[in-house]
């Protein structure tokens, strides 16, 4: 499980702005405290300038864990798992994100806004969440993961 006494980092380019700007509101309201990365506007900008933040808060222990949203969020999750200590996992149903934190202990979830609807964004928010690493085999295979 998460240690949610640290802040949730969440950052997003200007295709996921619109659902970044809802889901901090939305954590918020639900109690957690929330580190936003950015962008701060809707205007067009390159996603990994705001992906680097959320993977090093994230890879620092500065967060408990980070959200990541862009159109396809295909580059945000390939920005975020340039980091050694980062597991960014691509999550587009809910069972995807269980998955990534059951078998592959996913640090970072990333969500392509263009392709869910926000609702559906914050069922797979919640379930990433509330989603324990499973351990035993999957920690054996979360183990060769690093480069290092």
């Not at 949730?8 to 309201?29: C, M, N, P, Q, R």
């Not at 990994?48 to 980070?66: C, I, L, T």
């Not at 200590?85 to 587009?92: H, Q, T, V, Y």
Request: hydrophobic share 40%; proline share 3%.
């Amino acid at each position: 499980m998460f240690d949610l006494s640290r802040p949730i980092a969440i950052g997003s380019d200007h295709a996921g702005f619109e659902y970044k700007e809802a889901i901090v509101k939305w954590l918020t309201e639900k109690g957690y405290q929330v580190s936003d990365k950015g962008v701060d506007a809707n205007k067009s900008v390159d996603y990994p300038d705001y992906a680097h933040p959320v993977a090093e808060s994230v890879e620092k222990g500065e967060a408990a864990f980070g959200i990541l949203l862009c159109g396809s969020a295909n580059g945000v999750c390939i920005t975020a798992n340039k980091h050694q200590g980062i597991r960014a996992g691509l999550s587009f149903e809910t069972e995807v994100a269980r998955l990534i934190r059951q078998h592959n202990d996913a640090n970072v979830i990333c969500i392509p806004a263009r392709f869910v609807s926000l609702e559906y964004a914050k069922q797979m928010l919640d379930i990433f969440i509330t989603t324990p690493f499973e351990g035993g085999r999957h920690q054996t295979r979360v183990n060769k993961i690093s480069c290092n």
